[in-house]
C-alpha cells in the first residue's frame, strides 16, 4: 500500500510540473510587436498585444519605429516578432515588383505572399480584413455640382487643379507616375506635405484635390467625398500580420494570431482611427474595446 501511495503521489508531482512548465513556457516567452508612427499602427499593435496576453504570452509593443523597411528589417534580424504591413509597400517597397497596368488587389495579395515567402522567408499569418489604400478626395459640394463620382471623370478639369499629397506619392512607383498612366493625365501642379496637413490645405482652397486615405475619417470632416478608382491606378494596401517563418512554426502563436483574419474592415478601423485622432482616446484602450466587442478576448 505504502508502495502504491508513493507511486501515486510521484505521479500527481509529476503532473504537476509538467502542467506548471507548460503554462510557463507560453507566460515566459515575450513576443515583440513593432509598428510605424501613426494612428492605426499604434492601435494594432496594442491589438496584438492584448490578443497574445489573453493566451497567456508576454508582450512589448515598440511603437513608432519607423516605416515599412525599418519595421521590415528589424522583423528580419529577430528585434521584433511580428509587424502590421500594407500590400502595397511590401508589393514595391520590399520586393519591387513592377508595376501592374491595373492594380487588381487579388494579384497584388497573392503576389506579395507568394514573394515573401519564397525570397525572404517571412510568413503572412493573417489578412486583417480592411485596406489602408489612397484615396482621390474632392471637396463634396464641387463633386455634386459637377455631377463626378469617378477619378476618370476628373479629366475636363484637371490642368487646372492642383494636388495635394504626402511627400512620398509624387516619386513613389506605386503613387504618382502609374496614376497617370493609368488615367493619362496630369495635375497642374503637385504640392507634396505631411499627411497630416492635407485636410487643412484643401479646407482653406491651397489645392483642389488631395489623396487622403481610406481609413482616415478626417475626410467626412472637411465634407470631402472619395472618388472611385474606376482605371485601378491606386495600389491596395491591404492590412496583414507578418512573421519571420521561423517564428511561424509556434503554431499556439499562429493560431492566436489568425482569431484577427478578416475582423477588421475599413469602416472599423476608420472609427478607431476617428477615435485616436479627433476623440484623444488610448490606442490600447481603443483596442482593447474593439476585441472585446468581437468576443477576442475577455472583459
Known amino acids: ?11 500527481i508531482f509529476v503532473l504537476i510540473v509538467a502542467s506548471a512548465g507548460c503554462i510557463g513556457q507560453g507566460s515566459e516567452k515575450k513576443i515583440v510587436i513593432g509598428t510605424m508612427p501613426y494612428n492605426e499602427e499604434y492601435i494594432l499593435g496594442h491589438m ?11 508582450t512589448e509593443v515598440k511603437e513608432g519605429l519607423g516605416g515599412t523597411l525599418i519595421n521590415y528589417e528589424a522583423l528580419k534580424k529577430d528585434q521584433i516578432n511580428v509587424f502590421v504591413g500594407y500590400t502595397g509597400a511590401f508589393y514595391n517597397t520590399v ?24 525570397q525572404e522567408g517571412i510568413t503572412v499569418v493573417a489578412k486583417l480584413g480592411f485596406k489602408n489604400n489612397y484615396a482621390i478626395s474632392v471637396p463634396r459640394s464641387w463633386a455634386e455640382e459637377k455631377n463626378i463620382t469617378k ?7 484637371i490642368s487646372s487643379m492642383v494636388l495635394g499629397t504626402d511627400i512620398e506619392y509624387p516619386t513613389a512607383p506605386d503613387g504618382l507616375p502609374t496614376f497617370e498612366k493609368a488615367y493619362g493625365f496630369k495635375f497642374k501642379e ?35 467625398v472619395v472618388l472611385e478608382d474606376d482605371k485601378g491606378g491606386l495600389l491596395p494596401y491591404d492590412a496583414i500580420i507578418i512573421t519571420t517563418s521561423s517564428f511561424a512554426k509556434d ?25 485616436y485622432d479627433i476623440e484623444k482616446k488610448e490606442s ?13 478576448i475577455k472583459n
Request: hydrophobic letters at 40%; proline letters at 4%; a negative charge.
Open 151 to 157: 477619378v476618370s471623370e476628373l479629366e475636363p478639369y
Open 95 to 118: 520586393l519591387k515588383l513592377p508595376a501592374l497596368d491595373n492594380w487588381d488587389p487579388n494579384v497584388v495579395y497573392s503576389e506579395v505572399e507568394k514573394g515573401l515567402r519564397e
Open 1 to 11: 500500500m505504502k508502495n502504491k501511495l508513493f507511486f501515486s503521489s510521484v505521479v
Open 284 to 296: 490600447r484602450d481603443i483596442a482593447r474595446a474593439f476585441l472585446i466587442s468581437q468576443g477576442l
Open 48 to 58: 496584438i498585444s492584448l490578443l497574445l496576453e489573453d493566451s497567456g504570452y508576454k
Open 190 to 224: 503637385v504640392k507634396p506635405m505631411e499627411p497630416t496637413l492635407v485636410y487643412e490645405a484643401i479646407n482653406n482652397n491651397l489645392v483642389d484635390v488631395i489623396t487622403g486615405y481610406t481609413t482616415d475619417k478626417r475626410g467626412e470632416l472637411f465634407d470631402l
Open 251 to 275: 503554431e499556439a502563436i499562429v493560431n492566436v494570431l489568425k482569431k484577427l483574419e478578416g475582423r477588421i474592415d475599413d469602416k472599423a478601423m476608420a472609427d478607431m482611427n476617428y477615435q
